[in-house]
């Protein structure tokens, strides 16, 4: 009989919020974080042997990402210098949670599996991660339970051993750091510019048969059912087959391919992506690589967005803060190096076709573009 197409599935959501007020009034954070609105003192976290503790998360200096992160190392490259220096706020600090005891139980899963959680904190943003693995042979229709099971009553997280959703666990994330860097009697809370984001990825086993989504590249392709499963656990729905017809009419999604079609992910700007992943060939590290691959995606998604957002949160300021007008500036113009610096193509489509990255890099280009004349690539 065939191997089931999928040998594990890595699920990672992730919200985004935006608040730029901080910046501009650095009194609105608490004592211990008032080190995320002084350039200097961040600047210094960077390099710190010893970074700042939170009440309720452990803080981690990227730093310790770069050496291992291929998709940091290039975000750190594209970064666009302002004489301010105000681009080094861009680089995200993480934070672990001290006391998180997560799990999450949809079916086929036979027991609870342990759910991981990270917030990346920007002076001006943050964006919980949340993130489970579960290994077992799964077909497409698995994909779909568990897609839709994640969204079911009743909920299927558990938080501290109660029952909650998704939601619940984002919401506590958020709770838990406004506590930490929010000072007595002030507010931060902006509501979350993007309140959920799904990357899925499915690994298929090196036995599994080669099939491509509508390859030029590829002999062998995924009959219109499978693929019509796959819109289904991207938007958690199901996707009958004539509107599976009219999305690949009107290209309603994003598809990237990899590796000559054998790999692919298939992108709703508004929801996620599924990533469909193949080991590549070299043996030794072929499961790694596609990791790899998954997590640079994940995180090229997650930081793509908290920039757009930054751009969007920093317009709607008074104009004349020039901290925050150089922080627009300078997170619109890594957003256009990163696909040269990052030159995966998930990373150059995502950030180019995506609507809301294009509004918010042009709304930038228009106010600049009488200040100084066009940049070539700009022009």
């Not at 700042?52 to 998360?57: A, E, M, S, V």
């Not at 997560?102 to 990346?120: F, G, L, N, Q």
């Not at 929010?182 to 799904?198: C, D, L, M, Y």
């Not at 008074?318 to 150089?326: A, C, E, R, Y």
Request: hydrophobic fraction near 45%; include cysteine; aromatic fraction near 8%.
């Amino acid at each position: 009989s065939m191997p089931q197409p999928i040998e594990q599935l890595i699920f990672s959501a992730f919200d985004v919020h935006v608040s730029a007020k901080p910046l501009a009034d650095p009194g609105l954070f608490a004592p211990g974080a008032r080190f995320l609105a002084d350039l200097d003192a961040y600047r210094k976290l960077a390099v710190a042997a010893q970074s700042p503790d939170l009440p309720h998360f452990r803080v981690f200096p990227l730093k310790g990402e770069l050496g291992h992160n291929h998709f940091w190392r290039q975000f750190e490259q594209a970064r666009a210098p302002v004489a301010s220096g105000v681009h080094d706020f861009l680089l995200p600090l993480r934070c672990r949670p001290k006391s998180f005891v997560a799990t999450v139980r949809v079916p086929p899963m036979p027991t609870p599996v342990s759910v991981r959680a990270t917030v990346w904190l920007w002076p001006f943003a943050w964006s919980s991660l949340v993130e489970f693995s579960f290994r077992a042979p799964l077909s497409l229709n698995d994909l779909c339970t568990i897609s839709e099971g994640l969204r079911s009553d009743p909920p299927p997280f558990t938080l501290a051993a109660a029952p909650t959703s998704l939601s619940g666990i984002f919401k506590f994330l958020t709770d838990s750091l406004l506590k930490d860097i929010t000072a007595p009697g002030k507010a931060i809370s902006p509501p979350p510019a993007v309140s959920r984001h799904v990357v899925l990825a499915a690994f298929q086993p090196v036995n599994a048969p080669l099939l491509g989504y509508r390859s030029r590249s590829m002999p062998k392709q995924w009959s219109d059912a499978d693929r019509a499963l796959m819109h289904r656990v991207l938007l958690g729905r199901p996707v009958p087959i004539w509107e599976l017809a009219e999305r690949e009419r009107r290209s309603a999604f994003l598809l990237t391919e990899f590796a000559g079609g054998k790999s692919f992910a298939l992108t709703d700007f508004s929801r996620g992506s599924l990533l469909m992943l193949r080991p590549v060939s070299d043996k030794s590290r072929r499961r790694d690589r596609v990791r790899c691959l998954a997590a640079n995606l994940r995180h090229c998604s997650l930081a793509g967005l908290a920039l757009t957002e930054a751009i969007h949160g920093a317009k709607r300021f008074p104009v004349g803060n020039s901290t925050l007008d150089d922080l627009a500036k300078t997170a619109a113009d890594t957003l256009e190096n990163l696909p040269d610096s990052y030159p995966n193509p998930f990373c150059r489509a995502f950030l180019e076709e995506n609507s809301r990255v294009q509004r918010a890099r042009s709304a930038l280009q228009t106010a600049t573009q009488t200040a100084a004349p066009p940049t070539a690539g700009q022009a």
